[in-house]
């Protein structure tokens, strides 16, 4: 299939930063979502890819578009709602390969998890979530990014307990870095277990979520499941595991790539974060942030972003998420009027 090029013209900084989202957001939710790549050049925004696929985006730019110029910015909940929208009537597509004339797009439903509390089986909530575990099937290492309460660590939890179920693991290991909330672990109380256990006791609840006390203790005994602070995973190489690394945007940089290079032959690595939220010291910046500017182009890693949409906790922390993001983007706008 043909690959093009179309552009799209924009009006100042404050134009583009609003069509493409903080720290490029939107933009990578329409290039995830259809294929292509997209970047600014001058006042423009290029969309490069198979032709269908660019048309397609070019549609969600421009609807992106009309409503920053009408409110000055656009939630990522309404990216995902376009591109949804636009991936389901944007063309005709084939149900089958070979169709000539129309583009072929495989639709799967993702799979139950076999795992949740006394193993009953659950599904996604919504199509990120859907997306997310088909992610994590199909992909070595996969990153997902998104705000609070859209089930990040708690699908990675479960994905890790089936596959060692199933056998396709031999063991789980759940990482945090111990940065958190302007605190630092020289002022807390106690000796060093006792200073880290309030950064690793999310990851312990995860995992209480969907085994029994008496299953995870014996687990945990044995070895087989390990909640360890990051800094303790410096010169380990982790065969057969599936390795989780929790509240990702609160690594430095030479963290994450330490982290990543712990891994063995037969192993799986998720990561998850929300940029939002990143409490590392001024002056310094997130392996998270990094990585997802540096890592999406190597094969075998995937890049999964859950948006307000896939929100499943009580539904005001819909509306907190909406109200903050409002609030950033004010910001931002600011920043730029006085540049």
Known sequence: MSRIEKSLSVNGRDELIGLLGAGDRHARAVRDGFGVNIFAKGGEVKIVGQALKVEKALRVLDRMLVRVRDEGWIPVDAVADLVAEEGETGVRQATTPGDPGVEFIERRRPRDLEVSRRGAKFGPRSGGQGEYIEAIRHHDITFCIGPAGTGKTYIAVAMAVEALRGGRVRRIVLARPAVEAGERLGFLPGDIQAKVNPYLRPLYDGLNAILDTGQLKKLLDAEIVE????????????????????????????????????????????????????DLPTGKTSGLLEAQSILPPVGGIAFQYLTRADIVRHPLVQKIVDAYERKDAAVARKKQARR
């Open 227 to 278: 909640i360890v602070p990051l800094a303790y995973m410096r010169g380990r190489t982790l065969d057969d595991a599936f390795i989780i690394l929790d509240e990702a945007q609160n690594t430095t940089q030479e963290q994450m790539k330490m982290f990543l290079t712990r891994m063995g032959t037969g192993s799986k690595i998720v990561v998850t974060g929300d940029v939002t939220q990143v």
